[in-house]
T-cell receptor, first 111, second 110 residues
Framework: DVKVTQSSRYLVKRTGEKVFLECVQD?????MFWYRQDPGLGLRLIYF???????EKGDIPEGYSVSREKKERFSLILESASTNQTSMYLC??????????FGQGTRLTVV | RKEVEQDPGPFNVPEGATVAFNCTYS??????FFWYRQDCRKEPKLLMSVYSSGNEDGRFTAQLNRASQYISLLIRDSKLSDSATYLCVVTTPRDDKIIFGKGTRLHILP
């Protein structure tokens, strides 16, 4: 079974902190994605990567950065967390043109 | 026009009824299409892929209309457990970006 694992289910951070969200997949997928999901706004793409050390901005990259040093790991970084980044963060991975598999999500609260 | 559009609902449907939703997409070069189901506070999970010839899985039927650029999902004999949000997903060939619709909420009423 494909497994996509996110490092934390729930996280509480203070405004201004640097936050790391980690995502690991075990199916050798090329493509990995970070989304945030908010009520009424659906899933919004933050960043995606289709190869090691490659990254592409999604629809809402401001305030975020990413790192993909190894194929199986895609990290989302909040450089200086703000309260408007309180959200559910979902990581996904996929092979080309195939279905996406999601991690269980990280519910981040910034106080 | 948004890349992928869905009616957000909610669709309130009595148990046993048939319900259908559509999803429109703007990029005619889109290549792969899926329906995902998301339960409250859970991650989305694949419900079914959508093939050009249409496909059926039990009570669920998915269809693709390339000419009009939409996909559809039909649920027959709906069950209480079908209550969820259904997300339409489209991928584009150039960069394999996955684009999600905002989802359609379905409530099956006893």
């Amino acid at each position: 079974d494909v497994k996509v694992t996110q490092s934390s289910r729930y996280l509480v951070k203070r405004t201004g902190e640097k936050v790391f969200l980690e995502c690991v997949q075990d199916m050798d997928h090329e493509n990995m994605f970070w989304y945030r999901q908010d009520p009424g706004l659906g899933l919004r793409l933050i960043y995606f990567s289709y190869d090691v050390k490659m990254k592409e901005k999604g629809d809402i990259p401001e305030g975020y950065s990413v790192s993909r040093e190894k194929k199986e790991r895609f990290s989302l970084i909040l450089e200086s967390a703000s309260t408007n980044q309180t959200s559910m963060y979902l990581c996904a991975s996929t092979a080309w043109g195939d279905e996406a598999f999601f991690g269980q999500g990280t519910r981040l609260t910034v106080v | 026009r948004k890349e992928v559009e869905q009616d957000p609902g909610p669709f309130n449907v009595p148990e046993g009824a048939t319900v259908a939703f559509n999803c429109t997409y703007s990029n005619s070069a889109s290549q792969s299409f899926f329906w995902y189901r998301q339960d409250c506070r859970k991650e989305p999970k694949l419900l079914m892929s959508v093939y050009s010839s249409g496909n059926e899985d039990g009570r669920f039927t998915a269809q693709l209309n390339r000419a009009s650029q939409y996909i559809s999902l039909l649920i027959r004999d709906s069950k209480l457990s079908d209550s969820a949000t259904y997300l339409c997903v489209v991928t584009t060939p150039r960069d394999d970006k996955i684009i999600f619709g905002k989802g359609t909420r379905l409530h099956i009423l006893p």
